[in-house]
């Protein structure tokens, strides 16, 4: 039960504020916000007016104000893992085929 207050907020004791450490705006839904804490990882909520005004879904927030900087250097980041990721489509398959050609129609009669 302990884990779950941990995870929710509920029942755990109250979270530093936001204006503490490096924080990475996961969701934003109504009037709370999740927040990963960027070096230990671990998610937790806040109130979404203890963000700075503006801060939107994957900003980067360093003791309480946006790091634009730091905010387009992860999503950088980011960019290059899913390139790297990504799995190249070989030269002349074309994807929309089956749908075109109607590969399934056997099955679905």
């Known amino acids: 039960m302990a884990a779950l207050g941990a ?8 979270a530093p504020s936001a204006a503490q450490g490096v924080l990475q705006v996961e969701l934003l839904e109504g009037p709370r ?4 804490e960027v070096e230990s990882g671990h998610a937790r909520t806040l109130p979404r007016s203890a963000l700075p005004p503006g801060a939107r879904e994957g900003d980067v927030v360093v003791d309480g104000r946006l ?9 950088a980041q980011v960019r290059a893992l899913r390139a790297r990721l990504a799995v190249p489509v070989p030269t002349g398959l074309d994807l929309a085929a ?9 099955r679905e009669r």
Do not use: F, M
């Open 33 to 36: 916000a999740q927040v990963v």
């Open 98 to 106: 089956g749908d075109r050609l109607g590969l399934n129609s056997r």
């Open 67 to 75: 790091d634009r900087e730091l905010t387009a250097r992860q999503a």
């Open 7 to 14: 995870v929710t907020g509920l029942g755990a004791t109250p």
